[in-house]
Nanobody, 120 residues
């Protein structure tokens, strides 16, 4: 099993920036796609950004041009740089890692989430 841990959330004023980190740990696995998702109170969880093993990125329309996802494959770590934050970005942000373990096929793990609060 792969463990996923997020960090970097907090309280920031509108227009400010935050950088979230997601670290995957375990043994005998190879990471594929890592994605950031968020869930605001009363809303469904939504995909924010993702990056695959060759660096292809995908973003939700609501964050394009403001958020940037990047990864260090050697460290099994992904970052989400969030700029020009808005009140509507307030949510719990979750990291999801899709990975493979030999002979067991693809699997995925979720982190525990990190709170991002943007004050207006």
């Amino acid at each position: 099993q792969v463990q996923v841990v997020e960090s970097g959330g907090g309280l920031v004023q509108a227009g400010g920036s935050l950088r979230l980190s997601c670290a995957a740990s375990g043994s005998g696995f190879s990471l594929n796609t890592i994605g950031w998702h968020r869930q605001a109170p009363g809303k469904e969880r939504e995909m924010v950004a993702s990056i695959d093993s060759v660096g292809y990125t995908n973003y939700a329309d609501s964050v394009k041009g403001r958020f940037t996802i990047s990864r260090d494959s050697a460290k099994n770590t992904v970052w989400l740089q969030m700029n020009s934050l808005k009140a509507e970005d307030t949510a719990i942000y979750y990291c999801n890692a899709v990975y493979k373990i030999p002979f067991l096929g693809p699997r995925n793990s979720w982190g525990q989430g990190t709170q991002v609060t943007v004050s207006s």
